[in-house]
T-cell receptor
Framework: DADVTQTPRNRITKTGKRIMLECSQT?????MYWYRQDPGLGLRLIYY???????NKGEISDGYSVSRQAQAKFSLSLESAIPNQTALYFC????????????FGPGTRLLVL | GENVEQHPSTLSVQEGDSAVIKCTYS??????FPWYKQELGKRPQLIID?????GEKKDQRIAVTLNKTAKHFSLHITETQPEDSAVYFC????????????FGTGTRLKVLA
């Protein structure tokens, strides 16, 4: 779905570095989410935001922080990256008025050395 | 904490046969159950969903059934085709009060031509 974009698409970084993953959407949705995907573990929710002033922790928020800069933008930060944060990260959006379907971005593949 | 168990982890079927994927959830308050399909290298996309007040829903070759008493729900794909080959994820969600969107660990379906 081209309406949800993520940058960068791939990133290699070193342990201890700060890194930010960005998500933008043109769908006009109020809700945004960050997930990580690991082989055999499925998708796990890191943080979610129901509007600009609302930020909530998901299942696995430790080591991550987020910022909802605008309705259309939701960023995920790793303050001090560690190797077990190597994963595929997805941003998703949903429209509170139209049900619970989540629309995913293309993903960011992160490797922490 | 709450979890969603998904079985099998891999499934191979002959083209034209049916495929069934099963999920069990732990939080009896869950009220929304989507299924997502993720093709290789792509983002997850919703294929069908069901709410807790419905026992079964069909969309062409795909159906989902829900047994709230047993906390089970299943995805049924009939007349499978090679393009059905993908990873399928179930999720059990609580969409009111404390928000939860918990995914199963995925089933890799291979449809053999």
């Amino acid at each position: 779905d081209a309406d949800v974009t993520q940058t960068p698409r791939n990133r290699i970084t070193k342990t201890g570095k700060r890194i930010m993953l960005e998500c933008s959407q043109t769908k006009g949705h109020d809700r945004m989410y960050w997930y990580r995907q690991d082989p055999g573990l499925g998708l796990r929710l890191i943080y979610y935001s129901f509007d600009v002033k609302d930020i909530n922790k998901g299942e696995i928020s430790d080591g991550y922080s987020v910022s909802r800069q605008a309705q259309a933008k939701f960023s995920l930060s790793l303050e001090s990256a560690i190797p077990n944060q190597t994963a595929l990260y997805f941003c998703a959006t949903s429209d509170n008025r139209r049900g619970e379907t989540q629309y995913f971005g293309p993903g960011t593949r992160l490797l922490v050395l | 904490g709450e979890n969603v168990e998904q079985h099998p982890s891999t499934l191979s079927v002959q083209e034209g046969d049916s495929a069934v994927i099963k999920c069990t959830y732990s939080d009896s308050a869950s009220n929304y159950f989507p299924w997502y399909k993720q093709e290789l290298g792509k983002r997850p996309q919703l294929i069908i969903d069901i709410r807790s007040n419905v026992g079964e829903k069909k969309d062409q070759r795909i159906a989902v059934t829900l047994n709230k008493t047993a906390k089970h729900f299943s995805l049924h794909i009939t007349e499978t085709q090679p393009e059905d080959s993908a990873v399928y994820f179930c999720a059990a969600c609580l969409t009111s009060g404390t928000y939860k969107y918990i995914f199963g660990t995925g089933t890799r379906l291979k449809v053999l031509a």
